[in-house]
């Protein structure tokens, strides 16, 4: 399994965007995160549209978290660009394979996905925002 660039931009996005209850400028999330500006766009947008994000008004609009940082969950933001969680084809409940009534690995391949599922269900966003304050305490 690899989280793909637009999941893990998110995550850093995300987890920039909550250290900043007041709002932060796209450009200086790219700055800060070392984003392409030109990708964040794509990554704000699927952010957005998930409705983890909101803009906050002002002369120059920001971003803020649309929620409270404790009920975000990391699988939210994988969702944001991701479909359902499914390690192999036959690991989600909607996908039968032509071999899954001989198939002894199918089970240990739906409890592997469940287990990841439930680990990024588990993290939440606040516990990354006090991780990266515990590792740059005074970056802000």
Partial sequence: MKINTKVRYGLR???EIAQYPNGILQKEIAEHQEIP???LDTIISGLRNAGLIVNYSGKKSGYILAKNQQ????????????????????SYSTNECKRSKLCSAKDFWYDLNNEVKVILK????????????DLVPNRI
Avoid: G, H, T, W
Wanted: glycine letters at 0%.
């Fill in 71 to 90: 009920d975000i969950s990391v699988y939210d933001i994988y969702r944001a660009f991701e479909p359902e969680l499914q390690l192999v084809n036959c």
């Fill in 37 to 39: 500006l030109f990708y």
């Fill in 13 to 15: 996005s995300m987890i």
């Fill in 122 to 133: 588990n993290k939440k966003l606040d516990d990354l925002v006090q991780a990266e304050i």
